[in-house]
Nanobody, 125 residues
């Protein structure tokens, strides 16, 4: 059974950092890609970045250099390090997989079959 569970959300000031973790079960991260989505209030759920089964990570331009996706196969988890957070990056962060080996920044939410419950990130002063 495929399961994903996000953890690590919270409240930070602008410019602050937070580390999210996506724990997985029921599939192998070295077989299938995992994507991180962000949904700001009132907006569409959008890909932030993703990591393919070969370990290659991709990032949207506006987060490149500040966000980092890493994989720990031993604990079946994918982390999202959020640095230099901006107010507009508040919202819910989800991890998801479509049980395919590759992911792309052009992916959109309906392509993904399995989702975590989401982690709330609030960036506020």
């Amino acid at each position: 059974q495929v399961q994903l569970v996000e953890s690590g959300g919270g409240l930070v000031q602008p410019g602050g950092s937070l580390r999210l973790s996506c724990g997985t079960s029921g599939f192998r991260l070295d077989h299938y890609a995992l994507a991180w989505f962000h949904q700001a209030p009132g907006k569409e759920r959008e890909v932030v970045g993703c990591i393919s089964s070969n370990g290659n990570a991709l990032y949207r331009d506006h987060v490149k250099g500040r966000f980092t996706i890493s994989r720990d196969l031993a604990r079946s988890a994918v982390d999202l390090q959020l640095n230099g957070l901006k107010v507009e990056e508040s919202g819910v962060y989800y991890c998801a997989t479509h049980l395919g080996p590759k992911c792309y920044l052009s992916d959109y939410a309906p392509q993904y079959d399995y989702w975590g419950q989401g982690a709330q990130v609030t960036v506020s002063s």
